[in-house]
């Protein structure tokens, strides 16, 4: 069997690094995907991602990067659900870094001008 999944997108905002009681670190980003085809209005649309990282991927990630970087996220799928206040039940689907390579950052940018 074989769960892997490839990204490189945009982040949608600024990465937030959150300390769990158990010591671990984590950050969840969304990663804004474009698609590779234009639509009917000659645009390209893109897909939202929400990407969980955790401990060193979460924390380098968090100092590094910046709403509107680009980078590159390698890891699995994860599934999940739960129920809502009114008792409905909600389905989730988490891609689960476990690479993410920046492809720009501020750094690279200003390097650029």
């Keep these: 069997m074989l769960n892997q999944v490839v990204l490189v997108g945009r982040l949608t ?5 959150t300390k769990l009681e158990t010591g671990k670190k984590v950050t969840t980003v969304t990663l804004a995907v474009q698609r590779s085809w234009k639509n009917e209005d000659g645009l390209y649309e893109a897909d939202y991602i929400r990407c969980i990282l955790w401990d060193a991927v979460a924390a380098s990630t968090t100092e590094y990067c910046h709403k509107g970087d680009i980078v590159g996220v390698k890891g699995r799928i994860q599934t999940g659900n739960y129920d809502d ?5 909600k389905y989730t689907v988490d891609v689960i870094a476990e690479k993410v390579t920046f492809l720009t950052t501020k750094q690279t940018k200003e390097e650029d001008k």
């Design 13 to 17: 905002s600024d990465p937030e690094l």
């Design 85 to 89: 206040k009114d008792g409905n039940k």
